[in-house]
């Protein structure tokens, strides 16, 4: 019976140990929290079986760690767990960013140890142990990130385990994984919050609250996430977040352009061309299982690929899409109907 | 039998048919949409009872004409209707800006017809009268908007139809209005616009779109709105959105640059600030009751006040509110736990 330890049982590290626990209920899950309570709640509903009384403590004889702290608090306790981690162990982290923590484990863990970084790209606004499910990583992209010194079945076994929790898996270099993050995750955070916060520091904030609906709810539903994850991802990716902000802020700057212009022509046909490509984007979900297909594995992954929600989503859209298709080419709806 | 008239079976008017007829079956429903299959789906579905010839003759005898066209179209929409209408008529419209559509109105509406704007916050992404649904509007805010020549009674007319479909009226001048609008909902459509647009615009999409997930999906999905609305509401409110669109960029520029001077607690402080008012604002839903109270009603707009959706949610947020209060203070929380 092989031994599995999960340092950090919040909403990530705890949801990890129910999709495995699941799946492979002969395993042996230990676990640590720096927050007592957090590890208690983890242990009594099932995600871990036992706690071990320091993070050193919880991975001593497991085959596989799994550290889903907080990312600055990852490279203390590569520091702690380093000299108590067997030889050969696999060390794989959840974290959001992936340059800063594989330098951290190349630097801190010792040699005989291999790391392959890991990030499940899953969550919610609620966080914490008692938010955990399952269910979590069903669907979700699971990025894998090598480094030069990962031993190929350890990156085997990080593929394994995120199609085990039911993610599906795909390989990005830390470096490629940042920037792409910055663009699809963490200015789409920073969006949010600043969003929220223009409107709630306004004079007019009981006037704009009141006439709020689901689009403000929606477009701010990221402040309400995690502040510790905020704030550790913004400063673990500052390079490519800043990147994306100053593209982000150009692009309110093209549009506020037209507006204040009045190029009613050309505002029309951006909208329109923002409106088709994201009709194309839902119709044609993004397609994971292509970079996978030299790993060897037994699952479908074309069965994985397509969560029953976005399927119907997917099948609603492409008969929205075909209706309209019908009714106006693509050129024709770049402009106005008269 | 009164006889009720709406110009524009789209999303909205079609919707609105919907609503009242379930509430006022015995009221003559016309209609008029100047895509001509727009008009005779609403028909068919019993939105409108008949179909007029043109705007002008759907008007005729109507004791209430809404229109809810796309806004640029309401200004020729009140050229054309304004000889047919019946003295004494009341006219209201839908649109989601209103100065210009008062000022419309004011030019082009003949004398002896009273006109009051309204602004039903109801939508979603799906458009036309194929995506109409009589209870679009349950729980929405309708922000009703009297012009100094409304007739009293016309005023507490609109307010009561909007009660009539479900929605949760409040008044606003046009000007507060257009301001608030502004802010609370046109410039998170331009923010949800261009957070598609520089990832859809990127080299790197094809990664992107793969590694994408709920949150850029929910943050972009107004991109996937009326083109013509968003048109018509960006162009009709200039100022007020490019007031709100540079606010937002300082904001944007003021989280940046606690991002690039690595200023770790002012940027922990700002992301705990931004996580506990959003909570607050969950929590403590808006109140529209209150501007209320003066309007003579026998409905409790208490009970129509919190959606059994909101309601749901208000009480697991104020679930886990408490839990962290009691765990740690306001003070503690604005500060990164060691």
Chains 1, 2 share one sequence.
């Not at 380093?82 to 696999?90: D, E, S, Y």
């Not at 090598?146 to 830390?174: K, N």
């Not at 997917?314 to 050129?331: F, G, I, Q």
């Amino acid at each position: 019976m092989g031994k599995l330890a999960i340092i950090g049982l919040g909403l990530i590290g705890t949801s990890m140990g129910l999709a495995i626990r699941r799946t492979s209920p002969d395993l042996e899950l230990s676990g640590f929290d720096r927050i007592q309570e957090s590890g208690e709640y983890a242990r009594q509903i099932g995600a871990v079986d036992i706690l071990g009384l320091s993070a050193a403590d919880a991975v001593k004889d497991a085959g596989t760690v799994v550290v889903a702290t907080p990312i600055i608090n990852m490279r203390k306790v590569f520091e702690e767990i380093g000299p108590a981690l067997k030889r050969g162990c696999l060390v794989t982290d959840t974290a959001s960013t992936k340059v800063d923590v594989l330098r951290w484990a190349d630097e801190l863990l010792p040699q005989g140890v291999t790391f392959v970084g890991g990030h499940p790209m899953a969550g919610k606004e609620q966080t914490g142990p008692g938010s955990a499910e399952a269910g979590l990583f069903e669907g979700r992209p699971y990025v894998v990130v090598p480094s030069t010194r990962s031993h190929p079945a350890a990156v085997d076994a990080v593929f394994s385990l995120a199609q085990e929790i039911g993610s599906e898996p795909f390989f990005l270099d830390a470096a490629e994984h940042d920037a792409y993050a910055a663009g699809i995750s963490h200015t789409p955070l920073v969006a949010s919050i600043a969003l929220f916060n223009i409107a709630r520091n306004s004079n007019a904030w009981p006037e704009l609250a009141r006439m709020s609906g689901p689009a403000f709810r929606d477009l701010t539903r990221l402040a309400s996430g995690s502040t510790e994850m905020a704030h550790d991802i913004l400063l673990t990716n500052r390079e490519n977040v800043l990147h994306w902000i100053e593209r982000y802020t150009e692009e309110l700057r093209r549009i506020g352009d037209l507006i204040e212009k009045n190029e009613a022509a050309d505002l029309y046909r951006l909208l329109a061309e923002a409106q088709i490509e994201r009709e194309n984007f839902l119709i044609n979900p993004p397609k994971r299982e292509e970079v996978v297909k030299d790993v060897d594995t037994s699952m479908s992954l074309v069965d994985l690929m397509v969560g029953s929600r976005w399927k119907e989503r997917s099948d609603e859209m492409t008969k929205a899409l075909e209706e309209r298709v019908r009714a106006r080419s693509r050129e024709e709806r770049l402009r106005r109907r008269e």
